[in-house]
């Protein structure tokens, strides 16, 4: 996880920027830790209005701007808060995400490098006369049927052109992921290793940077890839050793849909292809926005069982699972685990205890679905509060296993079709 998750939890709330708006800020503060992003917006912008060089809302515009992937927007108000006091922390994470995400890599190193990221800012630097992602003009989409589709999809791809393997798709990952045996066959590029405690069942892991020429889907071939490495060695789906993860940060880059209902993953142009068309084929279509922290985090707005509105990562890695969740929201919907059910499940740091307990009702804005599974174990409790805001549970595979969900980063909305 990244270092700016914790950076934010100790210093944008330190910044006592209160004066003539004092309550304004007090209430935007309470509605973004909520996750209300919407509100909480509304409420800095009227700070602005009075103030307009009101350091603490100026952070926070930035903050919430880029959750919604409004870039642009997200860029100028960290600059000018930058003006104010050029030295803060969040300042430059921030930045390094808007860069990261806009594959400029070569702005988003250096800021990698002053927070202690050597191995992130060697591998952006590798691409200095490279385009990450390269496609050919011809790339309209691909349709990659699954080797499975429980408890996860898995696709067959082939990694620089002749190595084939077994990835399975998870937006709980970033980066495109391979084992780190695979890495070693593909002959992938390697810049060293960092450490992340951001792992299924609070585990740690070391996990590395990398670059690999080409990953080939069906009959089209992408080009210029960033990798993470990590040790995958004893996971397998289905019987199925896997080499590999397809992350969020790789899909970002097309209008990607996981079919489950039909058992396919299609990746395509997003320069050629848009949501409405989507929206046009599947007129009973649910549009569900989500919004998005750091590379690859996101999280949509949703109830459990009777439970007020809370804020969940969609992290459709849990494997044949829907929900898992911190002890505090297990108390906030009554629900109980089962201690005598304990299963040794493993994730991306290893092994860890899981106990088993029954779902009632999940809703994500306006669709719901009943009678499903959770887990206790698997959420990470620093996910819980080091982004600003509260993080109530994660949503995954089970909850979306009878749909076909598109992810449009454009207009950052869920596509959920039958």
């Not at 050597?118 to 590798?126: G, R, V």
């Not at 996990?207 to 060695?233: A, D, F, V």
């Not at 039909?262 to 989500?290: D, H, M, T, Y």
Request: net charge neutral; hydrophobic share 35%.
């Amino acid at each position: 996880m990244k270092n700016y998750l914790k950076i934010v939890a100790m210093s944008i709330f330190s910044i006592l920027s209160l004066g003539i708006n004092a309550q304004s800020i007090k209430t935007a503060g309470n509605l973004f830790k909520a996750g209300k992003f919407t509100e909480a917006e509304k409420e800095y912008t009227g700070v602005l209005v009075k103030e307009p060089e009101n350091l603490k809302s100026l952070i926070y515009m930035g903050y919430i701007t880029l959750l919604e992937n409004r870039l642009d927007e997200s860029e100028q108000w960290l600059t000018k808060a930058q003006t104010i006091q050029p030295k803060l922390p969040p300042l430059n994470e921030f930045l390094s995400d808007i860069y990261y995400r806009r594959d400029d890599f070569q702005k988003a190193a250096p800021i990698y490098r002053a927070s202690g990221r050597e191995e992130m800012a060697k591998k952006l630097e590798s691409f200095k006369d490279l385009i990450p992602y390269k496609t050919d003009n011809a790339f309209n989409e691909i349709k990659v049927d699954f080797i499975i589709t429980d408890p996860l999809p898995v696709v067959r791809i082939a990694i620089n052109e002749k190595y084939e393997g077994y990835f399975f798709i998870d937006t709980g990952g970033g980066e495109l992921i391979l084992d780190e045996e695979f890495a070693k066959k593909v002959q992938a590029e390697s810049f060293g290793y960092e450490k992340s405690s951001g792992f299924a069942g609070n585990k740690k892991a070391t996990y590395g940077h990398g670059r690999i020429s080409s990953i080939t889907l069906e009959n089209q071939t992408i080009k210029n890839i960033p990798i993470m490495i990590l040790n995958l060695n004893q996971l397998e789906l289905g019987g199925i050793k896997m080499d590999g993860a397809i992350g969020t940060v790789f899909l970002y880059h097309f209008l990607s849909t996981i079919d489950y209902k039909n058992g396919q993953l299609i990746l395509r142009n997003k320069s050629k292809f848009s949501s409405e068309s989507i929206i046009q084929v599947s007129s009973s279509a649910k549009i569900i926005p989500f919004t998005m922290a750091g590379d690859h985090f996101m999280f949509t707005n949703g109830t459990v069982n009777n439970s007020d509105t809370m804020l969940f990562f969609v992290d459709t890695g849990l494997a044949g699972n829907a929900f898992t969740c911190p002890k505090s929201t297990l108390k906030k919907i009554g629900v109980n685990y089962e201690k005598d059910k304990k299963i040794r499940a493993l994730g991306g740091g290893g092994y860890f205890n899981s106990y088993p307990f029954d779902v009632d009702r999940i809703c994500i804005d306006n669709l719901c679905i009943e009678n499903l599974h959770g887990q206790y174990g698997p959420f990470p409790s620093q996910i819980e509060k080091s982004f600003g805001f509260d993080v109530n549970g994660l949503i995954s595979h089970e909850f979306f296993r009878e749909y076909s969900v598109t992810l449009d980063f454009d207009n950052m909305q869920y596509l959920l079709s039958k």
